[in-house]
């Protein structure tokens, strides 16, 4: 029933774009804070942006700070990551998140990730 399906990734040259966008369903989405994760092989899955269910608030990894931008539509149940200026060491897996806390508890979905590399 729930689903978050992300698309955009790609091969990109460094310094380059891309727009990684994720779409849910069976969610109300508005009441969800959404977030992008990304990891590389062998390493730690990494928070990389952040956005709160009102567009209101947002958190970004230090190693993207002025080069990511996440924003949402709630019409579409979309959120995107704009990616500018890339580097190899973003390569990775970039999955969406969308959480909530209802009466003290958690709740999450992940999407099922779209590959971002970053190669000269």
């Known amino acids: 029933q729930v689903q978050l399906v992300e698309s955009g990734g790609g091969l990109v040259q460094p310094g380059g774009s891309l727009r990684l966008s994720c779409a849910a369903s069976?969610?109300?989405?508005?009441?969800?804070?959404m977030s992008w994760y990304r990891q590389a092989p062998g390493k730690e899955r990494e928070l990389v942006a952040q956005l709160t269910g009102d567009g209101g608030s947002t958190k970004y990894a230090d190693s993207v700070k002025g080069r990511f931008t996440i924003s949402r539509d709630n019409a579409k149940n979309t959120v995107y990551l704009q990616m500018n200026s890339l580097k190899p060491e973003d390569t990775a897996v970039y999955c969406c998140n969308a959480d909530r806390v209802l009466f003290g508890v958690a709740i999450n979905y992940w999407g099922q990730g779209t590959q971002v590399t970053v190669f000269s």
């Open positions: 069976g969610i109300t989405f508005s009441l969800f804070r």
